[in-house]
């Protein structure tokens, strides 16, 4: 089966932008082959075809790596002059060709990750799937259900959506935080229709969960299977790249304006800061989030740019009833267990 939506860490979204960046360089530098890229850093060593002469390069800052004890050349491949220079490198500055293919191979790298696999004819295609896998195993050895927290009203109006298992990415301007999300362009405009994003904790005894998404401990909280999760996120119809972490709290949100009026991939930091970025005010959530970006450009942007694309039937492993609830009148389909106040230690149990 061909998996069109692939899942990557949000702590490895800088490293395969370095991957991408190698690949490009040696697209647009036809006299160097690889002789050894160095994963997860921004380093790799070449060589050129002609004379054989060894080149240590490290990619836009300062290696991420110990060079190699080999006696080589040692080159600082930059796009800003700003760069500060370790000792006994050279500098040499990208130019418009190689911006401009980055830039190309950045966006198919979100959009279409398996055409830009292919793109690489062997060459870093299995460093990139390291990502993807790397992913997959550290959500399946979180071994985790994840939860969502549902309005009584909900469940009551659109019961059948919350027994099957239907959960979805949504436009972040249906968020209950109005700050969420926030990024524009240098002229003001925002970029919020390009996201879309599927939030969920790992907690159904939560407390202020409970009181501020389920109607005052009146809602309901369900736990969801990771495994069927990635299995329904993998039979979407939607080619391109998801990244998967936990939200970061913060006292100062990060910069929310663009130094320029077009979306870019190549701004990526730009992106995820403004994704997976909250006001320590809501810390209590401990929330985790799956985040597509797409553009207006997809293939699929009419269909995947609606503002849900729903994840279906996810298999629900357990139900929770709010402790001033009733049992949901669906219990029938999975296992339902009311939750009770513990007074003494001031938390929720079942």
């Known amino acids: 089966m061909v998996t069109l939506l692939k899942i990557i860490l949000k702590e490895d979204i800088e490293l395969y932008r370095y991957l991408i960046a190698k690949v490009t360089f040696l697209q647009t530098h036809k006299e160097y082959r690889l002789v050894e890229s160095f994963l997860d850093s921004n380093c790799f060593l070449i060589a050129n075809r002609a004379t054989e002469e060894k080149v240590f390069v490290a990619l836009f800052k300062q290696p991420t790596r110990k060079t190699v004890e080999v006696e080589c050349k040692k080159v600082m491949f930059i796009q800003t002059r700003n760069t500060r220079i370790p000792e006994g490198f050279d500098i040499e500055k990208a130019d418009k060709g190689f911006n401009d293919q980055l830039a190309k191979n950045i966006r198919l790298g979100f959009l279409a990750p398996d055409q830009l696999v292919e793109q690489f004819q062997g060459v870093f295609k299995e460093d990139v ?29 659109n019961p059948y959506q919350v027994v099957e298992g239907n959960v979805s990415f949504s436009h972040p301007k249906h968020f209950n935080d109005p700050f ?47 495994a069927s999760l990635l299995d329904k996120i993998h ?17 100062k949100r990060p910069n929310t304006r663009s130094n320029s009026n077009q979306f870019s991939y190549s701004n990526l930091n730009f992106y995820i800061k403004a994704t997976f970025a909250k006001f320590k005010e809501w810390q209590h959530e401990r929330e985790y989030r799956f ?17 849900w694309v729903v994840i279906p039937q996810v298999d629900v492993v357990q139900g929770y009833a709010g402790c001033n609830n009733e049992i949901i009148k669906v219990s029938g389909y999975y296992p339902i267990k009311k939750l009770e106040k513990d007074i003494l230690n001031y938390q929720l149990k079942s």
Request: aromatic fraction near 18%.
């Open 129 to 157: 799937e390291t990502y993807f896998k790397k992913a997959e195993a550290a959500i399946q050895e979180e071994r985790q259900v994840f939860v969502k927290y549902y309005a009584k009203e909900t469940i009551e109006k």
């Open 291 to 307: 985040v597509c970006i797409l553009d207006e450009k997809a293939e699929a942007a009419q269909e995947v740019l609606g503002d």
């Open 180 to 226: 969420d999300c926030n990024c524009y362009y240098a002229d003001g405009h925002s970029m919020m229709d390009f996201f879309r994003v599927f939030c969920f904790t790992h907690a159904a005894d939560n407390i202020l969960m409970w009181s501020y998404y389920a109607n005052s401990h009146a809602g309901y909280a369900l736990e969801y299977s990771y």
């Open 235 to 251: 039979s979407l119809k939607v080619d391109g790249l998801c990244v998967y972490g936990p939200v970061e709290y913060i006292d």
